[in-house]
């Protein structure tokens, strides 16, 4: 009925339902809703859509919602919420490519976009690839289940045997259950980051309550405690890679570099930073990669992970 009452009514009832939903706390459908009907670009709808990204990005299986959500729903919300964003966020910068509101929807985008490529990854057995998006996932942490994102970060850098990264990352991790524990235990130390892009302690939300189990917690605690008393050679220091611009070196899955902020675009498969010698770009909307990532990603799913037109490795 309402769209025989035009695009107006219609975008209105599309709100109206969306709101209805979300007050219902039923994500899923609500995503269902703007993925099958799009997103209005009306600026006075922009809260709502804010808060759906924000409640989509802290769903955890252990969390506070009052819905509970299985790992398949949270990555499928994941899913849903990047398929929107990507079609929302390019249809902003049509209209006003320059304003904070596009660059903070682009920034949503971007964060969808590579939540939604980990179970791909997963799938296929892209270990490394699965690696550094959750490695890359941590320049968001402001807008992610903190504790969350350094502990998937940190056990699949374990898998891949990137050991320094893990030791770091978990470190963290284990820092920041500790003020769970204890809000009053102090402030956490940050200088093994200084020259990251990961926002400091002081920048994000530290969750009342843990989203890891108790066990996971003590196996991390062991492995630290491990590391630390064995003799072992794991360096303990982030890795690092040398700026292109001002030649320092700088943190190696950061985009921007902490020196002189020279700024390289985020490769579509992985989140990590694309060098200029190794940069590829799907032919069809041009998004940047790097290389060795592009190559795993396409020659496994034969697709560009961001506008999923068909691709081909690229060694030349």
């Known amino acids: 009925m309402a769209e025989k009452q035009g695009e107006g009514q219609v975008q209105r009832y ?36 804010y808060r759906l990204c924000q409640e989509t990005f802290s769903l955890t299986e252990e969390g506070d919602q009052k819905v509970k959500y299985t790992v398949g729903q949270i990555e499928e919300a994941h899913t849903l919420l990047s398929k ?19 660059k903070g929807f682009q920034n949503f985008s971007q964060i969808a976009h590579l939540l939604a490529n980990k179970p791909i990854a997963r799938e296929h057995d892209l270990t490394e690839t699965y690696a550094k998006l959750s490695v890359a996932l941590l320049r968001y942490t402001n807008h992610l289940p903190v504790d969350l994102a350094f502990y998937d970060a940190g056990e699949a850098c374990r898998d891949v045997k990137w050991n320094a990264y893990a030791f770091v990352l978990l470190n963290r991790f284990a820092d920041i259950c500790e003020v769970i524990d204890d809000p009053n235990s102090g402030d ?18 530290v969750p009342a309550n843990h989203n890891l189990s108790e066990a996971q917690r003590e196996e991390v605690s062991d492995y630290l405690i491990t590391i630390s008393t064995s003799g072992s050679s794991t360096k303990q220091d982030l890795p690092t890679r040398s700026c292109h611009s001002c030649n320092n070196d700088t943190y190696e899955a950061a985009v921007k570099c902490h020196s002189c902020s020279t700024t390289v675009p985020a490769c579509v498969v992985t989140g990590f930073p694309v060098l200029p010698k190794d940069q590829v770009s799907c032919r069809n909307c041009q998004r940047p990669a790097n290389r060795r990532d592009w190559n795993a990603w396409v020659t496994k799913l034969g697709t560009c992970p961001w506008c999923n037109a068909r691709q081909m490795p690229s060694y030349t």
Do not use: C
């Open 84 to 102: 929107i964003l990507i079609k929302f966020s390019a249809e902003l910068v049509e209209l006003d490519p320059n304003s904070n509101t596009t």
């Open 188 to 205: 956490i130390e940050n200088s093994d980051f200084l020259t990251s892009d990961i926002p400091s302690p002081v920048e994000v939300e």
């Open 14 to 49: 599309l709100i109206y339902h969306a709101t209805s939903l979300m007050k219902e706390n039923q994500l899923l459908p609500t995503l269902q809703l703007f993925e099958q009907r799009g997103m209005p670009v009306v600026q006075e709808h922009f809260n709502i859509y």
